[in-house]
């Protein structure tokens, strides 16, 4: 993908309340640092390895930040990454494609965009 998409990474009870609401304010880590947490491609497995070790379902989603581009920000995160970090609510409509991805035997996550389905 492009430039122009990040990504982001839902618990199931947030991406439930996405679908229904229309917009996403953000998750409890989010809303404490005052900006949705996204991540780029390379770094979306980075960010499953280090956050999400839960072993339950995740969605994640790419996001068109063509529509978000005035409220984006690129900041220097883990390992002194510029990692994309959005300071507004995340739209629906700003979802291209998503997955719901299932942990495996060790409760890690294997991120692959070609498992993504079109919205």
Do not use: C
């Amino acid at each position: 993908m492009s430039d122009q998409i990040a990504y982001k990474i839902f618990q199931m009870s947030e991406w439930e309340s996405f679908q229904n609401q229309g917009h996403f304010k953000g998750s409890a880590v989010d809303v404490k640092d005052g900006y949705i947490h996204l991540s780029n491609e390379d770094q979306v497995q980075g960010t499953l390895d280090k956050h999400y070790t839960q072993g339950v379902d995740v969605v994640i989603s790419a996001i068109d930040l063509g529509l978000l581009s005035e409220h984006m920000r690129y900041e220097v995160s883990r390992g002194g990454a510029k990692f994309p970090h959005l300071y507004a609510d995340l739209p629906l409509n700003s979802v291209l494609e998503f997955g719901i991805f299932k942990a495996n035997d060790e409760g890690r996550y294997d991120f692959n965009t070609q498992a993504l389905v079109s919205t």
